[in-house]
């Protein structure tokens, strides 16, 4: 970047020395190769000179794209992206906001110096604090275990059911998204009872985010999420993750109720990812579309002359697992094969380039990087299970069972009684040193495990599974949203699975809970 511009670091040794060495406050920039609001602030507030010429002198600005490092996300997101998070040489939070307009950035720059020279040690004081509480809260509550019965899905369903809008879809008040674990829960509930509430809430939601603003009924694809409760005024990005969910959500959706519409909803949002995020040479995926306001808001005939969004080409793990499922589950659906091959192909690719020493890169741009995030060997073990399921090459079990077992190996903390989610020999600075155990990494781990056990038979499979999931306490008054993924979970546990056939027929059906046998 030119001399008059913000000289950005990335998240390195040689920012946080400097940091240290010079006794400066870190900016960081957390951005999103999607977001259109960032974009503005990079033109508008980091593209004035003197807002650059302060953090060049000041401080020591450090930019991260949040889809590259989501442990640096998960931990100094403030509430949306852009993220200006303000930090101590050292890497701890002392605050910050969203998106900061430019003179509103030059003010805060300048009493942040003067703040932060001022009050050095008071700041100190309020850290260790801060960090005491944080133990305190997250102190592992060793009463209460929970108990794998059926009860964990009857009242995570209940809670997911309570919150649902009948009047516009969906759940909650705005902003809304499309909540896929959740609306798993009530497909399945659906699909054993039929109750007609299950119903309302599926058609509701389903019908709303189909066929109103959430999805491109130009170029097709699910945008990000709805700003208002009627599902009319979208958020433009559009993930590549979350496609993958929602056409697999529309495929199943369509067979167990019957909708034609679902299908080619879900085949549509296809036609956009083959068109846009498909590498055909490698048979993997792009991670996302950037969003543009006046992009999609002007007329088709208006839009079809200007250039669409850019495309992040970086390939990520996550996406590309997901990606894999949802082409696997199409290609069971409608009979067509290509949508199989490109699936094996890119998950053949990924093991190659992407898997060494049984760690798993995080993503994949020229070289693979980063091999310190539980996220991305549990969801490629989930899909290698798909794989193996499809197509019955034992090599996709082989490497699951592999995959599966080294998580447990890397990554799970007896301090913290769980899957963390960075390897926990894995070292940082500041808030990134404190491990987080989420719960939908466990309860995706835990799955893999109990699917595992149902195929393999082996019970150390099963034991695996029961530890990461009886490693939560009780939910008590918690069940609902968040505990959507772990109901799943335990259902593999404490309910039988139903076996299909691998005829063509047998893998269309729809089953949550499904073992394939050969």
Same mark, same amino acid.
Request: net charge negative; with cysteine.
């Given at each position: 970047?030119?001399?008059?511009?913000?000289?950005?670091?990335?998240?390195?040794?040689?920012?946080?020395?400097?940091?240290?060495?010079?006794?400066?406050?870190?900016?960081?920039?957390?951005?999103?190769?999607?977001?259109?609001?960032?974009?503005?602030?990079?033109?508008?507030?980091?593209?004035?000179?003197?807002?650059?010429?302060?953090?060049?002198?000041?401080?020591?600005?450090?930019?991260?794209?949040?889809?590259?490092?989501?442990?640096?996300?998960?931990?100094?997101?403030?509430?949306?992206?852009?993220?200006?998070?303000?930090?101590?040489?050292?890497?701890?939070?002392?605050?910050?906001?969203?998106?900061?307009?430019?003179?509103?950035?030059?003010?805060?720059?300048?009493?942040?110096?003067?703040?932060?020279?001022?009050?050095?040690?008071?700041?100190?004081?309020?850290?260790?604090?801060?960090?005491?509480?944080?133990?305190?809260?997250?102190?592992?509550?060793?009463?209460?275990?929970?108990?794998?019965?059926?009860?964990?899905?009857?009242?995570?369903?209940?809670?997911?059911?309570?919150?649902?809008?009948?009047?516009?879809?969906?759940?909650?008040?705005?902003?809304?998204?499309?909540?896929?674990?959740?609306?798993?829960?009530?497909?399945?509930?659906?699909?054993?009872?039929?109750?007609?509430?299950?119903?309302?809430?599926?058609?509701?939601?389903?019908?709303?985010?189909?066929?109103?603003?959430?999805?491109?009924?130009?170029?097709?694809?699910?945008?990000?999420?709805?700003?208002?409760?009627?599902?009319?005024?979208?958020?433009?990005?559009?993930?590549?993750?979350?496609?993958?969910?929602?056409?697999?959500?529309? &495929? /199943? #959706?369509? !067979?167990?109720? %019957? @909708?034609?519409? *679902? $299908?080619?909803? +879900?085949?549509?949002?296809? =036609?956009?990812?083959?068109?846009?995020?498909?590498?055909?040479?490698?048979?993997?995926?792009?991670?996302?579309?950037?969003?543009?306001?006046?992009?999609?808001?002007?007329?088709?005939?208006?839009?079809?002359?200007?250039?669409?969004?850019?495309?992040?080409?970086?390939?990520?793990?996550?996406?590309?697992?997901?990606?894999?499922?949802?082409?696997?589950?199409?290609?069971?659906?409608?009979?067509?094969?290509?949508?199989?091959?490109?699936?094996?192909?890119?998950?053949?690719?990924?093991?190659?380039?992407?898997?060494?020493?049984?760690?798993?890169?995080?993503?994949?741009?020229?070289?693979?990087?980063?091999?310190?995030?539980?996220?991305?060997?549990?969801?490629?073990?989930?899909?290698? &299970? /798909? #794989?193996? !399921?499809?197509? %019955? @090459?034992?090599? *996709? $079990?082989?490497? +699951?069972?592999?995959?599966? =077992?080294?998580?447990?190996?890397?990554?799970?903390?007896?301090?913290?009684?769980?899957?963390?989610?960075?390897?926990?020999?894995?070292?940082?600075?500041?808030?990134?040193?404190?491990?987080?155990?989420?719960?939908?990494?466990?309860?995706?781990?835990?799955?893999?495990?109990?699917?595992?056990?149902?195929?393999?038979?082996?019970?150390?499979?099963?034991?695996?599974?029961?530890?990461?999931?009886?490693?939560?306490?009780?939910?008590?008054?918690?069940?609902?949203?968040?505990?959507?993924?772990?109901?799943?979970?335990?259902?593999?546990?404490?309910?039988?699975?139903?076996?299909?056939?691998?005829?063509?027929?047998?893998?269309?059906?729809?089953?949550?809970?499904?073992?394939?046998?050969?």
């Amino acid at each position: 970047m030119s001399d008059d511009g913000v000289r950005w670091f990335g998240w390195s040794d040689e920012a946080f020395r400097k940091a240290q060495t010079e006794d400066k406050p870190v900016v960081m920039d957390l951005t999103a190769p999607w977001s259109h609001g960032c974009r503005v602030m990079d033109r508008e507030t980091y593209g004035d000179a003197e807002v650059a010429a302060l953090l060049n002198r000041d401080y020591v600005p450090v930019r991260v794209d949040c889809d590259r490092r989501p442990d640096i996300n998960d931990r100094f997101n403030l509430g949306g992206w852009p993220t200006t998070a303000f930090l101590t040489p050292t890497g701890e939070l002392l605050g910050g906001a969203t998106y900061v307009a430019r003179d509103q950035m030059k003010q805060l720059l300048v009493q942040l110096k003067h703040g932060y020279a001022a009050n050095k040690g008071r700041i100190a004081e309020e850290i260790a604090r801060r960090d005491e509480k944080i133990r305190e809260a997250l102190e592992p509550n060793t009463t209460g275990v929970a108990q794998l019965t059926m009860e964990v899905f009857r009242k995570s369903l209940r809670g997911i059911v309570s919150t649902h809008d009948s009047m516009y879809g969906g759940f909650g008040k705005a902003p809304k998204f499309p909540l896929v674990p959740s609306l798993r829960v009530v497909l399945q509930a659906y699909y054993e009872t039929q109750g007609p509430d299950f119903g309302q809430v599926l058609t509701k939601t389903l019908d709303a985010m189909a066929n109103r603003g959430m999805y491109d009924h130009e170029q097709g694809g699910f945008f990000h999420y709805s700003t208002n409760d009627t599902w009319t005024l979208p958020r433009f990005e559009k993930m590549g993750e979350d496609n993958a969910g929602l056409i697999r959500l529309y &495929l /199943d #959706a369509s !067979e167990v109720m %019957g @909708q034609d519409a *679902y $299908l080619k909803k +879900a085949l549509h949002a296809l =036609e956009w990812v083959k068109r846009r995020l498909l590498d055909a040479g490698r048979g993997v995926f792009f991670g996302s579309q950037a969003g543009d306001d006046d992009y999609y808001s002007a007329f088709p005939k208006e839009r079809e002359k200007r250039e669409p969004p850019e495309v992040d080409r970086t390939i990520f793990i996550p996406v590309n697992a997901a990606m894999a499922g949802a082409f696997l589950r199409a290609a069971e659906v409608t009979g067509d094969g290509t949508l199989a091959a490109t699936a094996l192909q890119g998950l053949d690719w990924i093991l190659k380039e992407c898997v060494q020493d049984g760690a798993v890169a995080h993503y994949h741009d020229g070289r693979p990087e980063l091999f310190i995030l539980a996220r991305d060997p549990i969801a490629l073990s989930s899909a290698l &299970l /798909d #794989a193996w !399921e499809h197509s %019955g @090459q034992r090599r *996709y $079990l082989d490497a +699951a069972e592999t995959m599966s =077992e080294e998580v447990l190996r890397r990554f799970w903390s007896e301090a913290e009684r769980g899957i963390v989610d960075r390897a926990v020999d894995a070292i940082d600075r500041g808030d990134l040193c404190r491990l987080r155990k989420n719960i939908g990494e466990n309860a995706a781990a835990a799955e893999n495990f109990a699917r595992l056990w149902r195929i393999t038979g082996a019970e150390r499979h099963k034991r695996c599974a029961e530890k990461i999931l009886l490693s939560y306490p009780d939910f008590e008054d918690g069940f609902g949203h968040p505990t959507a993924e772990y109901a799943l979970a335990s259902d593999w546990l404490v309910r039988a699975p139903e076996e299909a056939t691998a005829d063509p027929g047998g893998l269309r059906a729809y089953r949550m809970r499904r073992v394939v046998r050969r």
